[in-house]
């Protein structure tokens, strides 16, 4: 048996030295994703849209790398096409699909699966959203290179009164990579009792902040930190409460110290999308379809799509 867990420990040191040699910011962006890097700078970056977006773009790059978490609305990024009623329609239509996530009995998913895997429809707003060019284009600049489309989910966060925080709902840090950038959705009004995310300013590790030491990543696995030390350690003004309204739309570099989803007063509807690099150890939770076609989307989500199924 002590030999066993010696084994265990041992394989444990080894995978933890592997990874924070990897994710070494000059290995992991030119060793690790070269190609993906490369691709970038040739098909990516320094590409204008128009001035209007380009403003919106520098501004959420500004934010999220001084901050690691930048906000805005649906309606910013395209004042001319409906999404936002588009999507309402959509959870309107798979309400009857809602079924408990796995160990998570606070979350339920419209996927109408406990995995939450997503089939790929051209009709789905959700898809045709995160893989618009103006959101790609601010993932791909955040991360330096062409990541993939992990997951894509469509979630009611439910009311429990009678419990306490658990698993996500507690101050933690994602795993794996040291830089990285989901994009969250609120579709009803959020407000500081209905589940809001949270996020402590500078908390993530490519951050010059002081607050990036707390608790940090044991790689290849996140951290989920005391929460007493977490709040002993960084003043009350660095957490930032993302209330918002339907519509509101949330740029994270969930590998800095993130909450949320604990309502005790209404229920909470969020949509998530998760973009890391093509590297990532854990499968796409994304279903082809034959009926999808690439044909409506960008080069860029191409690559990103073609990046997600290894």
Avoid at 14 to 38: A, D, G, P, S, V
Avoid at 100 to 116: P, V
Avoid at 152 to 166: C, D, H, N, R
Avoid at 283 to 303: D, E, G, H, I, V
Wanted: charge should be positive; hydrophobic fraction near 35%.
């Amino acid at each position: 048996m002590k030999n066993t867990a010696k084994k265990k420990i041992n394989k444990r040191v080894i995978l933890h030295y592997f990874y924070l040699i990897r994710n070494q910011r000059f290995i992991f962006r030119w060793i690790t994703n070269l190609k993906y890097t490369l691709m970038y700078l040739i098909f990516v970056k320094n590409r204008s849209n128009n001035l209007i977006e380009d403003q919106i773009r520098k501004k959420i790059l500004s934010d999220l790398r001084q901050n690691g978490i930048a906000f805005s609305t649906i309606d910013e990024f395209f004042p001319q096409i409906d999404f936002l009623d588009q999507m309402k329609a959509w959870i309107d239509r798979n309400n009857k699909n809602l079924v408990y996530k796995e160990k998570k009995e606070f979350l339920m998913s419209y996927h109408g699966n406990a995995d939450s895997i997503l089939d790929l429809d051209s009709n789905n707003p959700f898809i045709n959203f995160y893989l618009s060019v103006p959101i790609l284009r601010i993932v791909c600049d955040y991360l330096g290179y062409i990541p993939q489309l992990n997951y894509l989910t469509i979630e009611k966060t439910l009311v429990m009164k009678e419990s306490s925080p658990v698993h996500s709902q507690k101050w933690h840090r994602d795993p794996e990579e040291q830089k990285m950038i989901k994009v969250f959705i609120y579709l009803n009004d959020v407000n500081e009792n209905n589940g809001p995310f949270f996020y402590i300013n500078g908390s993530q590790p490519s951050s010059k902040s002081k607050f990036r030491n707390i608790a940090p990543q044991y790689l290849p696995k996140g951290s989920y930190p005391d929460e007493v030390k977490v709040m002993k350690a960084i003043q009350p003004e660095a957490i930032v409460c993302a209330k918002g309204k339907v519509g509101t739309l949330i740029f994270c570099d969930t590998a800095g110290l993130h909450r949320g989803g604990f309502a005790v007063d209404g229920e909470r509807i969020m949509s998530t999308a998760f973009f890391p690099s093509r590297k990532w150890s854990a499968p796409a939770l994304l279903r082809k379809s034959k009926t999808y076609q690439f044909n409506y989307n960008s080069s860029l989500a191409k690559k990103i799509l073609q990046n997600s199924f290894k």
